[in-house]
């Protein structure tokens, strides 16, 4: 049991290891040799574990899909237990379009603590033999369009706007925030992204809706965060 658990250890260490410098330096650049010694095991600990620079890419990837995987499923518990309290589409939840903001806020704290995430939505832009569907960025599109698929189901999208087109501007946003953010952690901030949403959500929601949606997210124990006092509401569309 002891020995599994050192294997554990170790490929964890290896993955972490990877992950930071992939995220560093890029994965073209990066040598097993390094990722091994940043991991403090040897290269023999290493090739028992991965055969390749690929494979180590590859488990990266997966670690880093079971994360936004989490992200993504919480956000679907939030709008259960919004839907359960108070019905979905209710005004005090927010309904689908709530979930959509608290979820890219989730990412958002992932991307900016947790280097695993981070180098696995990088690994979407690099010539890595990975799996065929693994591109973390697509899964996140798929995402965005279903919740905004919802909430047009549930009427809380202006009657203009399609889900598809506002899908495409929260991926582009959310995406743009987690590659600026690599080298300016503000871009990862609260205060930036309830900005963004702050912009978009009177263009994106019914008045009705609007009443609702909490800009900064819907997250215990974050007041003051990032100096934005949250719950920071929108209660009115521009030019209004």
């Known amino acids: ?18 992950a930071e410098l992939f995220c560093k ?6 040598s097993l040799s390094t990722i091994s010694a940043r991991a403090g095991v040897s290269n023999g600990a290493l090739h028992f574990h991965f055969a390749s620079k690929a494979a180590l890419a590859v488990a990266v990837w997966e670690a880093a899909a ?10 679907r518990a939030r709008s259960e237990a919004a839907a359960t309290a108070g019905g979905s589409g209710a005004t005090g939840s927010g309904g689908s379009l709530q979930v959509l903001v608290d979820t890219t806020h989730a990412l958002l704290r992932g991307l900016r603590h947790d280097v695993i995430l981070r180098a696995g939505f990088d690994l979407s832009e690099s010539p890595v033999p990975v799996a065929a569907g693994a591109d ?14 919802e909430a047009a189901r549930e009427g809380a ?7 598809q087109d506002a899908a495409h ?3 582009a946003a959310t995406v743009g925030f987690g590659a ?4 300016n952690a503000q871009w990862l901030s609260q205060s930036m992204l309830t900005r963004f949403w702050a912009l978009l959500l009177p263009r994106l929601a019914t008045e009705a809706a609007l009443k609702g949606l909490v800009a900064s997210g819907r997250r215990e124990g974050t007041a003051g965060v990032d100096g934005v006092p949250p719950p920071f509401r929108v209660t009115a569309r521009s030019g209004a």
């Open 25 to 30: 330096d890029g994965f073209d650049v990066v």
């Open 180 to 183: 600026l953010g690599s080298r």
């Open 1 to 18: 049991m002891a020995q599994q658990e050192r294997a554990v250890r170790t490929r964890n260490a290896l993955i972490e290891s990877a």
């Open 136 to 149: 973390l960025r697509r899964r996140w599109q798929t995402w965005v369009e279903g919740v905004l698929a």
């Open 169 to 171: 501007a929260v991926v």
């Open 157 to 163: 999208l202006a009657r203009d706007v399609s889900p």
């Open 66 to 75: 079971q994360r936004l995987r989490r992200i993504t499923v919480e956000g």
